[in-house]
């Protein structure tokens, strides 16, 4: 298992557009701390999608398949869209 942490100002952003939960329910437009998810990333790996925290910045955590393989791929979907 690997943990990935995205922070700051579009993390929140970033995480609604690529993730998908298994129950169809979308992502609340604010990012409520302590919350979790299980579902999808980009239409690829199932994940856990963790809120770590929100003040200062936001910080969400994907939890995922820790090959290196998936972890590098995890944090493309990121950074293949953040600026």
């Not at 995480?15 to 939960?21: K, N």
């Not at 239409?43 to 972890?71: F, I, K, N, S």
């Amino acid at each position: 298992i690997a943990t990935v942490a995205v922070e700051g100002p579009q993390a929140w952003p970033l995480a609604r557009d690529l993730f998908r939960t298994h129950s169809g329910t979308p992502l609340p437009s604010q990012p409520p701390r302590h919350r979790f998810w299980f579902g999808t990333l980009a239409d690829g790996d199932e994940v856990v999608l963790a809120v770590r925290e929100t003040e200062p910045e936001v910080r969400v955590e994907v939890h995922c398949h820790g090959g290196r393989r998936v972890v590098r791929w995890v944090v493309e979907q990121f950074t293949s869209r953040g600026e």
